[in-house]
């Protein structure tokens, strides 16, 4: 834990300098609120923000996370079963993986109406891919001299997936999970731009903005980045309990990580 | 060329699967609408989408329907914030590599800024950089560097640092200095990790250009072209624009790779 008395300092620092800027330079509250402004619009504005909270965080992007990372762990198990289609998606996969997929929103938004579940349908797709790609290539992980011990011992594929497969593929599955995460909240926010019942991270950050009134887009923005910690800080922690069997978690190992 | 077929068949026939999947939908989908569905289709069909897709394109440059221009106004802001975040990122990784009090203290912020969704304070940025007298493409590109930052930094840290203890030894026995140490071995080394980190800032550079178009009532640009195609429920041209999006950040990453392979053949078949 000593290690995080460094960072702490920085951030300590930059806040004070922040602070200090917005006092002493008289910074517009338009360009810049100081840290004391949001804060005060946090505690001002706790049942608006909660409400935002409840309608982007609970009721799109953790449904639209649960079945896109899902979806793209059942298809990744389906996928490596064939190695016809394993040579045939995963390039497909990475490729989409790759693209603007947060463009999709205004059409989901078209198909799935402006409430949650059109939020939930672009978080989803987003969260699909990275997660199919991870679990097929975590498949993949283990040697041929691991392979061969279990054909020695006779063991059905199904009992290869089991005890050796899929725990060698779950440092892979919780990379794509941590990045899944800000994938799932980015693309909820983004599609609230698209059109929304009145209520909602996204749509706040956009009508505030407009408005100018800075402090209630910053003080939004501390939730959406306390909750992104959170969720990714989170799995981390899962990470480390589930697969505490990696040398890069194993004590007194951990200083040679560089 | 057995090789060859081995390799793409098993593509051709999912992307063909996926095709014929796509085409079925539409036509389940837009059965009910008739007429309608000509021109707003709830979910085109393949051949609509490219016949959009085309006619957009093949619109003279200049004309505010062309896709070519729209996607040239994007891939402006995403190259500027791109080469930004290039130049910050390499020295940033170079400054945290070397100085340990950086590394202990901005490494975990660095990492810890990209849980924060910095997509969604773009409207902000848009906001308030408009509101000192900056507009166009600069908001935009801050956007893309942003988002294109991390990548970089990560990657050319753990690229610095990739030489084993065997091969700094062997340097030290050389007598290099510190500067030799990077130049011969660091730097070289670097490469074979940044050229991946830089695909994926491409990557994220075009899709943060897109979004930083959405909020800024922009005219122009492949972001104000979905927004408006969908505020006006112009389906075809919303799906047009999402594939020319996507066709930007297939050229994007191809010239990250031809960049990559210039590299490589003036370090003769190495990276």
Known sequence: MRAAGAPIAFGLI????????CTAFHIPRILLPAPTAIVAAFGGNLPLLGADFVQTVLRSVLPGFALGSGAGFIVGLAVDASPFLRRGVLPVASLAGALPIVGIAPIMVMWFGFDWQSKAAVAAVMTFFPMLVNTVAGLEAPGAMERDLLRSYSASPWQTLEKLRLPAALPYIFTALKLDTTLALIGAIVAEFFGTPTVGMGFRISTEAARL???VVWAETLVAAITGSALFFGLAYLERLVTFWRPAFQSGSEKEMR | MREALRRTLPVIVVVAALLAVWYAAALVVDAPQGALAEKR??????????????????QPPTSPRSLIYHAGVTAASAAAGFALAF???IGLAIAIVNVRLLDRSLMPWIIASQTVPALAV????????????????VPKALIAAWLSFFPIVTSMVAGLRSPERIQLDLLRTYSAGGWDVFAQLRWPASMSFLFPGM????????VGAIVAELPTGAQAGLGARLLA???????LQLWAALVMASLLAVVVVGVVDGARGVLVRVRGGRL
């Open chain 2, 199 to 206: 695909k994926v800032a491409a990557t994220l550079a075009v």
């Open chain 2, 122 to 137: 773009a409207p902000m940025v848009v906001v308030v950089l408009g509101n000192i007298g900056l507009t166009g493409l």
């Open chain 2, 87 to 89: 130049v910050l990122g």
């Open chain 1, 14 to 21: 930059v806040l004070g300098l922040w602070q200090a800027a």
């Open chain 2, 41 to 58: 289709p709830l979910l085109p069909t393949p051949q609509q989408v490219a016949g959009a897709l085309l006619a957009g394109i093949l």
């Open chain 1, 213 to 215: 009134d800075l402090d």
């Open chain 2, 229 to 235: 195609a969908s505020y006006y429920g112009q389906t």
